[in-house]
């Protein structure tokens, strides 16, 4: 979803066959869940569980760190989209809290 709703996002992934249904994106979009799932299980040391993805995310990688809130939004839209009863307007609340405390971890290591 993401590379479709942002595609300057694409440019991060040269090396990606970015087809729907892609092996890579599919690996990728599994890396992306499990650090969602670590930033879960330590929700009161989000920083900590996430320190080494930040670091590779501002120092190698140097992702433009805007692309955290485009991760969060299209998150929430797959949600509403997959889960639109589940989606009350206090786990919205809560979900888009999580994936802000998740992007600001993930570019504090831009400053």
């Known amino acids: 979803?993401?590379?479709?709703?942002?595609?300057?996002?694409?440019?991060?992934?040269?090396?990606?066959?970015?087809?729907?249904?892609?092996?890579?994106?599919?690996?990728?979009?599994?890396?992306?869940?499990?650090?969602?799932?670590?930033?879960?299980?330590?929700?009161?040391?989000?920083?900590?569980?996430?320190?080494?993805?930040?670091?590779?995310?501002?120092?190698?990688?140097?992702?433009d760190p805007v692309n955290f809130k485009f991760l969060g939004h299209c998150f929430l839209v797959v949600v509403a989209a997959h889960h639109p009863a589940a989606l009350t307007p206090e786990v919205h609340a809560s979900l888009d809290k999580f994936l802000c405390a998740v992007g600001n971890v993930l570019t504090a290591k831009y400053r």
């Open 1 to 63: 979803r993401m590379f479709c709703a942002f595609p300057q996002t694409k440019t991060y992934f040269p090396h990606f066959d970015l087809q729907h249904g892609s092996a890579q994106v599919k690996a990728h979009g599994k890396k992306v869940a499990a650090a969602l799932v670590e930033a879960a299980n330590h929700i009161d040391d989000i920083a900590g569980a996430l320190a080494k993805l930040s670091d590779l995310h501002a120092q190698k990688l140097r992702v």
